[in-house]
Each structure stands twice: as structure tokens, then as C-alpha cells.
């Protein structure tokens, strides 16, 4: 993975966009994350060298979180150098609750966050993220000493999909030490963040555990041949879930699971069916801790109710109702919002309007709800309000000029995910 040439760079760059692209003839919208970093500066430029002869339409964004005092400077120099390119730039500003907690990975969801809800209202599909091969070893060993499975250790995910847009990772095949000489071979500076250096963060010191592991042989290349090896029983398992999952039918929403099929699952397959499951309604990034899935699957062995994380699943005869549960629903959002984590709603929409859950009182305005779904599911559908007053509820009463439509369908999460 060092030494390579600039061209081995660029074809690794383009060959990531080229097979997400459906039709070589359509315009191809390409969102940038940059920090200022070496990484996503490399990409960048290698994305701008690539983009006029591949047919790219190419958007640069940074995110200033305000957490540090150099970060509005550094936001700037990008756009500066985006200028210098001919490339549009946009700097997004976290005016929300500061991150608290795990620093750098509340950061990291509110920079996703923002980028999605910036890329989704100028039309971009498609987001580039700057991560390598170190930053893949790092997270290795980081999930190591929290003794992860099989999903921790397998590596971050080249592409995925999520709020909307499809994020793709085209430099985990390359080295940190490559992007920055690939840099200083074009005479590109970057910028270097104070917090990588800061012993405070547990990827400082996974960083700085390589370099003590390096003589036993353990490399960032070495972890990379490894973490390959188990991303592709990864991708096996999955592909065996999704499978399983067919015998789930989605309505209104709503998850309906047959209790036959259930007791005749694997422990594993059922264990995945479940995170699955909850991520897909509750839109969190992470799963639930191993043993409250393990404690789920059990109750629901014994055919009792359950709430976990947002989810609801209730036992019906011979199925298992999982629907989103009400109280743990999103706020109201401004129309042309994704709600919900997952709800896109259609329709002769404008300004006044808001999307919000149906709820029980709209659902009393919908007359021939029964016709259209369980009870369950259809109180936490979308609906389109004008302050207090029910404007439609598509998925609970006929409305010819609105629809509802979910993004991803569960199995094509089970897919990306």
C-alpha cells in the first residue's frame, strides 16, 4: 500500500464512483467531507484531478463544530483552497447541544448528521470520506480491547447507506504516510489537528500502540490483510441474514415475525435479525448491548411483550408485531425533512407545513384506518400538519396526492448496513 504511483491513486478513486454509478449518462452529484487534514485533502484533490474526464460534479463541505478556537481559521483555509480549484464549498456549524461524553464520537455523528442534511438539500447522492488503511487498523485494535465480534473487527464499511445518502470510503486501501506524499509531491500542505496527539482520545493511543506493535510485525498492512479476511465472512453472514429475513414482511411500517420462523433460527441469526431490527426503526448507529438482545430473543422465545431501544414487539397469535414506539419518536420536522429516521413524505407540500407522527387523534380523523394496518403501526406513521390540523395521513386514509415512503426497505438495510 506505499509507493504508489499518483495514477494507481487516482484509478483507486475512480474506480470506487464508476461502480456506484448507475447511468454513465446522468449527472453524477459527489459531496467531499474536508477537515483540512491530510486525508481528506488528498481526496479531495485526487477527486478534482479525476471528476472533468469521469463526468463528476464535485461539492466540498467542512464541518466546524466549535469546539475548537483555530477550527473556524482552518474552515476557512478550505474554502481558500476549494476556491483555488474552482470548487464549490460550504462550511456547516454545529449550533445544537455540545458534544458530551465520548468527545470524538458524538462529534463524529454530528458531523455526519449535518453533511447528510447539506448533501440531501442540494441534491447529492453520494459522500466521500477521507478514512485509510491506519484509520481502519486503529479502529481494529480500539474494538479489540472492548472485546468486539465479528462486526467490530471487520473493518470500517466502504460503502454504506444512510439518511438518505450512500457514503463511500475510497482510500481504506491506502496508507496515511501515502496520502501525505502524494501531498507534498503536488506541494499541498494540510493542516494538523492538535487532538491526534492528545492521549485523552482512545484512537491516539491505538495509534500509538502501533507503532509499538510494529516490531512484532503487526502493521497497519498486516491488520489490513486481516481485517479484509474478516470483512469478507462478514459480507457472507449478512448476505446468509438477509436470506432469513425474507420470511419478515414489512407493514405500514411495521415488522411482522412469524413465531415459527423464529423458533427455528440460529442463535446468530437471530441475534443480528434483532440489532437489525432496532437500527433500521430507531436509526441509531450503534446496537443495544449484548446482553438486552440476548434477554429480548429469550422473552420473545416465551412469547412476551418487549420495548428495547425505541422498538416495540408485541406478541399476536402466531407473529410478533415490532412497530417504532411512539414516545421515543422524532420531533416535528419542517417539510422536505426526513422524519423519523427513515419517513419521506410526498405531496403538494410547502412552508406552513410540518411532518410529525399521525398519532391516536389523527388517527380518529382516519374513518377506514383498519383497512390499512395495525393500529400499532399507523399512530406512528407520518403525517402532514398545519399547526394543530391533520393536512394528510398517507398511510392511513386515502389520499391521492400524498405518499409515504421508507428509505431503506428492511431487507436493503440488512444489505447495507
Known amino acids: 500500500m506505499t509507493g504508489l504511483t499518483d495514477a494507481a491513486l487516482l484509478e483507486a478513486v475512480r474506480h470506487t464512483f464508476d461502480r456506484a454509478r448507475s447511468d454513465p449518462a446522468a449527472p453524477f452529484r459527489i459531496g467531499v467531507a474536508v477537515s483540512g487534514g491530510g486525508d481528506s485533502l488528498a481526496l479531495l484533490h485526487l477527486l478534482h484531478l479525476v471528476a472533468p474526464d469521469a463526468g463528476y460534479d464535485l461539492h466540498a463541505v467542512t464541518v466546524d463544530h466549535g469546539l475548537r478556537p483555530e477550527a473556524a481559521a482552518e474552515a476557512a483555509q478550505v474554502a481558500d483552497f476549494c476556491a483555488g480549484l474552482g470548487l464549490p464549498h460550504d462550511t456547516l456549524r454545529w449550533s445544537g447541544p455540545q458534544p ?37 487498523a486503529e479502529s481494529f485494535l480500539m474494538n479489540l480491547a472492548r472485546a468486539s465480534g465479528l462486526d467490530g473487527l471487520s473493518g470500517m464499511r466502504a460503502v454504506w447507506a444512510d439518511a438518505g445518502v450512500i457514503w463511500h470510503r475510497p482510500l481504506l486501501g491506502q496508507t496515511r504516510a501515502a496520502l501525505r506524499d502524494y501531498l507534498r509531491g503536488q506541494g499541498i500542505g494540510w493542516i494538523d489537528d492538535p487532538s491526534n496527539d492528545n492521549d485523552r482520545f482512545t484512537r491516539v493511543k491505538a495509534r500509538r500502540a502501533l507503532r509499538a506493535l510494529a516490531p512484532l510485525g503487526i502493521t497497519v498492512e498486516r491488520l489490513s490483510g486481516t481485517i479484509d479476511n474478516l470483512a469478507v465472512v462478514r459480507a457472507t453472514l449478512t448476505g446468509v441474514t438477509a436470506q432469513f429475513a425474507r420470511g419478515i414482511r414489512e407493514e405500514s411500517g411495521a415488522l411482522v415475525l412469524p413465531r415459527d420462523l ?30 438486552q438482545i440476548a434477554a429480548l430473543a429469550a422473552g420473545l422465545d416465551l412469547g412476551r411483550d418487549a420495548t428495547l431501544a425505541g422498538v416495540r414487539f408485541r406478541a399476536r397469535g402466531d407473529h410478533v408485531l415490532i412497530t417504532r414506539e411512539a414516545r421515543a419518536t422524532m420531533p416535528p420536522v419542517v417539510w422536505g425533512m426526513t422524519w423519523d429516521h427513515r419517513w419521506q413524505v410526498q405531496g403538494p407540500g410547502g412552508e406552513s407545513l410540518h411532518i410529525a407522527a399521525l398519532g391516536a387523534e389523527g388517527l380518529r380523523q382516519c374513518p377506514d384506518w383498519r383497512q390499512k394496518g395495525p393500529r400499532e403501526a399507523l399512530i406512528v406513521s407520518p403525517a402532514v400538519w398545519h399547526k394543530d390540523r391533520l393536512i394528510a395521513a398517507p398511510l392511513a386514509r386515502n389520499e ?18
Open 100 to 136: 458530551t461524553g465520548n468527545l470524538m464520537d458524538q462529534a463524529r455523528r454530528a458531523r455526519l448528521d449535518l453533511i447528510a442534511g447539506w448533501a440531501r438539500a442540494r441534491g447529492i447522492g453520494h459522500v466521500a470520506l477521507g478514512h485509510t488503511a491506519d484509520d481502519r
Open 262 to 291: 423464529w423458533a427455528g433460527w440460529p442463535e446468530e441469526i437471530r441475534r443480528r435479525l434483532l440489532i437489525c431490527v432496532i437500527r433500521w426503526m430507531n436509526g441509531a448507529s450503534y446496537p443495544p448491548r449484548a446482553a
Open 400 to 417: 391521492p396526492e400524498w405518499g409515504a415512503t421508507l428509505g431503506p426497505s428492511f431487507g436493503m438495510f440488512i444489505l447495507a448496513h
